[in-house]
């Protein structure tokens, strides 16, 4: 976007580049995904105000997004990183314009790669270190927790004017008399005292409250009972210099480096969230609050936004607002849609009605709404086309009207504890359908046992929306799945959101997962009672700065405020791990992951989400065959059939239960390593009495016993259980199956043994399992009983005979895995193709770094050239049906070193084409995909890009590709076909 065009509503985003400037800072903004990725400043024009490369670097690194810096010079860009500490040598990487790497610059820093080593500073650890820092100074010293927070809370809110030049050096006088400069203005008790009376009264606003207004009395007392040092870390924050510990400082990256004219105010909400929390550890476990990164805020924002009717005259509702960073990326979004549907700026009386009248905020935490009435007012003056004088920019209290304290009726204000709060008696019936958009992050973590009152009332308040939509079956039945909070706030939206409003709420990922009786039935209830219509899986970007300090799966769920319809369908999206993005705090959306599901799909699979989510369509209807071919599972054979035992091992911890039944059996630790798949009882020491906390049933212990590992490896051939021919003792770190009282006892345990070891085991784990592949990543007993299992009654004695012989190549240490896999696949009537497909799932898509870094590794030319040959069977199977000649081939004469590998399908012998079409790059909706297609428009051709990463490129993709083309322009192709025969 061009940052001259101030008819351009985006450049909003853009004000701290142009406002208080002749002309923007930089020319032009390149953006993807609705954040920049590269600034680019134009120098092919003689411009005499071009600040120093390095001064941009850091000033741009303030916007805390992970973009680039271009400098355009006549024949050749420079590119930069932005960087908050640059060195004095930095150099470019440069591309001539006539370069065959021209036009790979914006898809290669779209997916993610560095041309110049990234800064590895960033912005927000930079803050909220600083925050911390002046906060535990003030602690420390003997500072209340709600006084630290609030004395930091309105030196930043200075400090942003300043930034902001909203207060400028002439204002002195008039904010701190005593003060000889503005940063001096919290350097005395009596400047401290006449600022913050200067705060109230000009802003007249929710600013954070301290103990007393009668701030002269407040400060003197301060330092009077804390000493002079109390002001230091309040002054640092002013005076350009860093509180190490009372009293210090040194000069490090500190709040002198910092920029105000230019730090996003949403991560000023995120990091003060945090720092809240940091504060308080326990009641952050408690009430479970992690701060939302503003980056994914605004992504739910403009996600939520889209295409809506209502646009900027729409009401907004955050039923958990916290410190404010989706109602501040929400005033944002409604000021520019404003200005979109206008064609003209909005003013500022126009913004603080939209503050004022379309926005609401519920929160227990008095300050966090503190916090969000600082953050909304700040927002609301940089979006200030005009925001002076100052004595015209008084704000009303937002607290009570915008920002609703919803804590419970007697509650302690000043204990951070899990209440019913927005969802309570006392606020819910209140606000019934009077939203456009219900947005926000509710708290995750389970109840625990304390707290189970609050519990019931969740359960009641889903039951109340579920009978008030019709549901009469859910309204009696509902249970709340683990106590879980966030689930009731789903519920509670759609109360809250006007019927046909939007939803989108961030929240904890298991509830998509979840297999367990209870947990299926409360996901089927959303899907009965709301029409989704998109849920962004976060499962595999945890631990990763895409959402930093969250090591749980996460999800972003939107919807509209309406029953479902018997055939809607919703787009689910996994986004891959991706360390070039996801380092930089970025995920790849990507239309060609994103796979539209059928509601009554995942109501009548309660595995689909997880079988998508970790592997495709393909392994759907493999994961079906493999249910279909039996309805037993191992758990239910072992329950069901006489002789048969299983358990975990005996249980030590002090106990004193009689375990004179295992004296003289030989003892099986966790640690044995003698052999991978059996048991060699003569070398095993022999147990001796101890007493025991758990000795469990005596025939479990009884051979033959296959014995599982607690944690089932990843590498099959260490061995993932072992087969014992004697009776033995082994401890909770096993997990039995005992056939010592069946007749088929021998054959049982050599069929366990070879089916634990397949790779379908490992599959049907991965595809269905609700924790596997999730939040771990190992296998354990419950995936194993959940196996559907052949009794071996139904075996032939071919299958049986088969089995044997891949039960002894195990037993001798020899195993023959390609002719277990393949005999396990054939017991469940697998296809080859099948057995591929399972292969290049497990391959890619297992929960292990080998097969992540397989997935990202690029294709070798082996791999290309089967999934060449694979994509053309696919083809010809289907369009040499209507007699046509299909050819697939690649494009070798790509000279920009491009992300993508490219291959070309043409019908009837036409001639291929050499290379991309010249505007190829115009018909791309996007440069940071994984596919790209390009369809001639006067020959039966394509042109396919994709990215040159291993996981694109299986031959289970090519068969997905396959059916991907032939869907989209097969028609097209046959007609463009048709012409050139005419």
């Known amino acids: ?9 985006r450049c909003l985003r853009y004000t701290d580049l142009y406002r208080n400037r002749e002309r923007p800072l930089v020319d032009y903004v390149v953006e993807h995904q609705v954040q920049a990725l590269l600034y680019v400043v134009d120098q092919t024009h003689f411009r005499d105000d071009v600040l120093p490369v390095r001064d941009l670097q850091k000033i741009l690194a303030m916007r805390g997004e992970p973009a680039w810096l271009g400098i355009l010079k006549p024949g050749r860009l420079d590119i930069y990183a932005t960087d908050l500490r640059p060195s004095e040598d930095t150099t470019p990487v440069w591309f001539s314009r006539d370069s065959n790497d021209a036009p790979s610059i914006l898809p290669r820093l779209a997916q993610g790669e560095d041309f110049v080593a990234p800064a590895t500073l960033r912005l927000r650890d930079v803050l909220l270190d600083l925050m911390s820092d002046a906060g535990e100074a003030l602690r420390d010293l003997g500072v209340s927790t709600h006084e630290a927070i609030a004395l930091t809370g309105r030196a930043l809110f200075l400090r942003y004017l300043i930034g902001r030049k909203i207060v400028l050096p002439e204002n002195l006088a008039d904010i701190a008399p005593s003060a000889n400069s503005l940063k001096e203005c919290m350097g005395t008790d009596v400047a401290l005292a006449e600022t913050n009376h200067w705060l109230d009264k000009t802003f007249n606003g929710d600013l954070l409250t301290l103990p007393t207004t009668d701030y002269a009395v407040y400060f003197r007392q301060l330092v009077q009972q804390h000493g002079p040092s109390v002001t230091q870390p309040l002054s640092a924050i002013m005076t350009l210099d860093t509180a190490i510990e009372p009293g210090a400082s040194q000069q490090r990256l500190d709040w002198g480096d910092l920029d105000f004219d230019h730090l996003p105010i949403g991560l000023l909400s995120e990091t003060y969230e945090e720092l809240i929390h940091r504060f308080d550890q326990s009641a952050r476990h408690a009430t479970s ?19 809506y009717p209502e646009g900027s005259n729409s009401k907004l509702l955050d039923p958990a607002c916290g410190a404010g960073v989706f109602l501040v990326a929400g005033l944002r979004k409604l000021v520019e849609l404003r200005f979109r549907e206008t064609g003209k700026r909005p003013s500022r009386q126009q913004i603080r009605d939209m503050l004022h009248e379309q926005l609401v905020g519920f929160d227990t935490n008095s300050h966090a709404r503190t916090l969000a009435a600082l953050a909304l007012y700040l927002t609301a003056l940089e979006l200030d086309p005009h925001p002076a004088p100052l004595e015209e920019l008084r704000f009303k209290k937002l607290e009570s009207s915008v920002l609703i304290n919803v804590a419970d009726p007697e509650s302690n204000s000043n204990k951070l504890v899990p209440m019913a709060g927005s969802l309570g008696d006392h606020v819910f019936d209140h606000y019934q359908h009077a939203f456009d958009l219900v947005i926000g992050n509710p708290p995750w973590t389970s109840l625990t046992k304390e707290y189970r009152s609050i519990e019931r009332i969740f359960t009641k308040r889903c039951r109340e929306v579920a009978a008030q939509r019709g549901l009469d079956k859910i ?44 947990g299926a039935a409360a996901r089927n209830a959303i899907f009965d009672a709301l029409k989704i219509t998109g849920i962004l899986n976060g499962a595999a970007l945890r631990q990763t700065r895409v959402w930093p300090s969250v090591d749980q799966p996460f999800c972003l769920l939107f919807a509209d405020n309406e029953l479902p319809e018997p055939d809607n369908q919703f787009i689910f999206v996994s986004p891959h791990y991706e360390p070039n993005l996801n380092g930089k705090g970025l995920l790849r959306v990507d239309a060609s992951d994103a796979t539209p599901v059928a509601f009554d799909l995942v109501k009548a699979n309660p595995a689909a989400l997880k079988t998508l989510y970790r592997g495709t369509v393909l392994d759907l209807a493999i994961i079906e065959k493999i249910k279909q071919h039996t309805k037993c599972t191992v758990g239910d054979y072992w329950e069901e059939c006489s002789g048969l035992y299983k358990s975990q091992g005996f249980q030590v911890a002090g106990g004193a239960q009689d375990d004179s039944f295992l004296v003289g059996k030989p003892e099986l630790h966790a640690n044995y390593n003698l052999q991978p798949f059996l048991v060699l009882d003569k070398k095993l020491s022999r147990y001796t009495p101890r007493g025991l906390h758990r000795a469990r049933s005596p025939e479990v212990y009884k051979a033959p016993i296959l014995l599982v590992r607690k944690s089932l490896r990843e590498d099959r051939a260490r061995g993932r259980a072992l087969l014992s021919t004697s009776d033995i003792a082994f401890s909770e770190s096993y997990y039995g199956y005992s056939a010592s009282g069946h007749p088929l006892s021998g054959f049982l345990t050599h069929y366990l043994l070879v089916l634990l070891h397949s790779k379908l085991f490992e599959y049907f784990t991965l595809m269905t399992s609700g924790e596997f592949g999730v939040e771990r990543e190992a296998q354990q007993k419950l995936d194993i009983n959940r196996l559907p299992f052949i009794p071996p009654e139904n075996l032939s004695t071919d299958q049986r005979q088969s089995i044997e012989t891949c039960a002894q190549s195990l037993i001798s240490n020899h195993p023959d895995w390609p002719s277990l896999d393949y005999t396990v696949g054939q017991l469940y009537g697998l296809s080859t193709t099948d057995q591929q497909v399972l292969s290049d799932t497990l391959m890619v898509n297992a929960p292990y770094a080998s097969a992540r870094d397989k997935g990202l590794a690029k294709t070798e030319e082996e791999q290309a050239q089967a999934f060449i040959v694979c994509l053309k069977k696919e083809l010809a199977g289907v369009l040499g049906a209507g007699g046509h000649q299909v050819q697939v081939q690649f494009l070798n004469n790509i000279k920009a070193a491009l992300p993508w590998r490219f291959i070309s399908i043409t019908l009837e012998g036409r001639s291929a084409p050499l290379e991309l079409p010249e505007n190829w ?9 994984s596919r790209i297609t390009l369809l001639s428009s006067t020959q039966p051709s394509l042109i396919v890009g994709l990215l040159n990463r291993y996981r694109y490129w299986t031959q289970s993709q090519a068969r997905l590709l396959a059916s991907d083309l032939v869907w989209e322009y097969g028609a097209r192709l046959e007609e463009l076909s048709q012409q050139c025969v005419d």
Do not use: C
Request: proline fraction near 6%; hydrophobic fraction near 45%.
């Open 289 to 307: 609050v992690y701060y939302t990164p503003y980056h994914i805020a605004e992504y739910m924002v403009e996600e939520a936004f889209h295409a």
């Open 1 to 9: 976007m061009d940052l001259h065009d101030n008819l351009d509503a």
């Open 475 to 518: 309204a009696k039945s509902y249970h709340n799945p683990d106590g879980v909070p966030d689930l009731p706030f789903v519920w509670g939206a759609m109360a809250w959101a006007k019927p046909g409003g939007r939803i989108a709420l961030a929240l904890a990922g298991r509830w998509l997962f979840k297999q367990s009786q209870k």
């Open 921 to 929: 790059i115009q018909q791309v909706s996007s440069l940071g995909v």
